[in-house]
Nanobody, 123 residues
């Protein structure tokens, strides 16, 4: 079992930056692939980024590639999402997720989810 708690969301102007954090409970955090997803009002939850258990492999949605960076600190049981050059279309609730398999961009393959943190980008 893994419990996930996101933080770091907020209101930012277009072009600004935010860093989201996701703190995980459980001693086997470093065995999990971690991902970030987001859901805007009236839209389906979509993949943003994922990172392998070791941190050696990452994968990004085309819409955030070059602007967002996912990283993890297994000693702190925490995964991060650094978001730069934010755009109004990045506005959404951002969710942290974990799965015990390989990198994936499919939300149905992630077993554990946090409660989400709101990110709002004003124009």
């Amino acid at each position: 079992q893994v419990q996930l708690v996101e933080s770091g969301g907020g209101l930012v102007q277009a072009g600004g930056s935010l860093r989201l954090s996701c703190a995980a409970s459980g001693r086997t955090f470093n065995y999990y692939t971690m991902g970030w997803f987001r859901q805007a009002p009236g839209k389906e939850r979509e993949f943003v980024a994922a990172i392998s258990w070791s941190g050696s492999a990452t994968y990004y949605a085309d819409s955030v590639k070059g602007r967002f960076t996912i990283s993890r600190d297994n000693a702190k049981n925490t995964v991060y999402l650094q978001m730069n050059s934010l755009k109004p279309e990045d506005t959404a609730v951002y969710y942290c997720a974990a799965r015990s398999g390989r990198l994936s961009d499919s939300r149905i393959e992630f077993n554990y989810w946090g409660q989400g943190t709101q990110v709002t980008v004003s124009s």
